[in-house]
């Protein structure tokens, strides 16, 4: 089982990134799975979770600028990220877990992925 994250980079602020992870050794269909982020000297936060019927929840500081969506042809997950924020600066990680959730609760999750930085300049 592996994930594997791409699409980070250094961006501006304003600008937009698309992260995608690749999911190999499962299918992703019927698994919750989810963004997470984790900056310098802080806790990994949750950023958004999908489930496998497309219930979607976001955490306060990114709704209306991030978008979570899940290619099940391509067992892949993606997250859209328009009006970047230097706050937004981390590395972002994916996950899933076969439970139907809709917390961040790190605990649930069983696969991670190694990250990708996402570096957002003011």
């Known amino acids: 089982v592996q994930l594997v994250e791409s699409g980070g980079d250094p961006v501006q602020a304003g600008g937009s990134l698309r992260l995608s992870c690749v999911a190999s050794?499962?299918?992703?269909?019927?698994?919750?799975m989810a963004w997470f982020r984790q900056a310098p000297g802080q806790e990994r936060e949750g950023v958004a979770i999908?489930?496998?019927?497309?219930?979607?929840v976001y955490t306060d500081s990114v709704k209306g600028r991030f978008t979570i969506s899940k290619d099940n042809a391509k067992n892949t997950l993606y997250l859209q990220m328009n009006s970047l924020k230097p706050e937004d600066t981390a590395m972002y990680y994916c996950?899933?877990?076969?439970?139907?959730?809709?917390?961040?609760?790190?605990?649930?999750?069983?696969?991670w992925g190694q990250g990708t930085q996402v570096t957002v300049s003011s």
């Open positions: 999908i489930d496998k019927y497309g219930g979607i």
């Open positions: 996950a899933a877990t076969p439970r139907l959730i809709m917390s961040f609760w790190i605990a649930s999750f069983n696969y």
């Open positions: 050794g499962f299918t992703v269909s019927p698994y919750s």
